[in-house]
């Protein structure tokens, strides 16, 4: 892999990893399988490359109050771990429904939520993309668009998130955990807000500072609740999701009292379905019900030359995630 010299330092600890990495030009490395194929790809150039991998940060716990995922926790590890598999097995399908059991064995949970787009005008330096090079147009507006945005996009890009685990952590109301060198030091944001839609600037897909690091993600307990994870794909393992749904159902005296739907496949981000779950709430968890909630998920959608067919796979995909949840 060739291109313009960079340094490489490995942090030993949070503090130095902060420091190095609030500079111009400094990327976190950590599993690298997002990070490398970019690089090679020249959609990222960095100057100066952190090594994060051997930080203290790949605890996966679950207490009464909920599930803590360490940003450096291997896919495969958080997968197979009896505490998620029992508790939060819509996360563990998420993961393994993503990429290739080689690959979740080198990603991580903070590495799977930052991923960059799989849009190929973005991994392309020979192609137009706004994300990749502010200013130099969107290619797919006009060109082969089958897999972008229905949702979320604007006339400087319609790309897609391309996370399957962003997409249940958001039906789990879950958070992620950041720490900065700045003032403003450790917060929380809610993973439905992570990510920021493109507007007039694409090239920024998150709400993150520079430097400003994932250390944890923590999920809230849903005891009782039903869930599941629906993928839609064009093959059966190693792809990007097409259209997918996470569905989180709970229902108290044939009554749902509980409901959480967020889409992948459509948006720049997990795509929250609000007024999907607002009719849901209160009624019987029927075919009716679900039908109706999954109209409400198309509804505002603004589909481009290739990608109509999303619409209607879309509300197909959120019916039959609601009934598989509903009957779990």
């Known amino acids: 892999m060739s291109g313009a010299p960079f340094t490489y330092r490995r942090a030993g600890d949070v503090a130095e990893a902060l420091a190095a990495g609030t500079g111009p030009g400094a990327a976190f490395l ?5 990070l490398l194929p970019l690089w090679k790809a020249r959609a990222a150039r960095p100057s100066q490359v952190v ?14 109050s909920g599930l803590r995922l360490g940003a450096l926790a291997r896919l495969s590890e958080v997968a197979a771990h009896a505490d998620v598999a029992r508790g939060y097995p819509l996360v563990a399908e998420a993961i393994r429904a993503s990429a290739s059991g080689q690959v979740r064995n080198m990603a991580t949970v903070g590495g799977a939520l930052l991923q960059r787009t799989r849009c190929a005008y973005f991994r392309n330096d020979a192609l137009a993309c706004n994300k990749r090079e502010p200013g130099s147009g969107c290619g797919a507006l006009a060109g082969e668009n089958r ?13 897609t998130h391309p996370s399957d685990l962003a997409v249940a952590l958001a039906a789990l109301d879950a958070e992620v955990e950041t720490t900065g060198a700045g003032a403003g030091g450790a917060r929380r944001i809610a993973v439905a807000e992570l990510y920021r839609l493109p ?4 090239q920024a897909d998150t709400v993150l500072a520079p430097g400003e690091l994932i250390t944890a993600v923590e999920v809230p307990a849903c005891a009782g609740a039903r869930s599941t994870y629906l993928k ?27 409901v959480r739907l967020a889409a992948g496949g459509v948006a720049p981000r997990p795509w929250r379905l ?17 039908a ?16 109509g067919f999303k619409i209607e796979l879309l509300r197909r995909a959120v019916a039959r995630a609601l009934r598989t949840a509903g009957e779990a």
């Open 199 to 202: 507007g007039a600037t694409p």
């Open 232 to 258: 839609v794909r064009d093959r059966a393992s190693f792809e990007f999701a097409v259209v997918s749904v996470a569905a989180v159902l709970r229902v108290v005296d044939g009554r749902i009292v509980h």
């Open 51 to 64: 090594d994060i991998s051997r930080l203290p940060l790949a605890e996966v716990r679950a207490a009464a």
């Open 292 to 307: 109706d909630a999954a109209a409400l998920a198309v509804e505002g959608a603004r589909p481009l030359a290739h990608n």
């Open 147 to 159: 897999g972008h945005a229905i949702f979320g996009a604007s006339e400087a890009c319609v790309a």
């Open 30 to 34: 950590a599993g690298g399988t997002d």
């Open 274 to 290: 609000t007024a999907s779950e607002a009719s849901l709430a209160g009624r019987a968890p029927s075919a009716e019900a679900f």
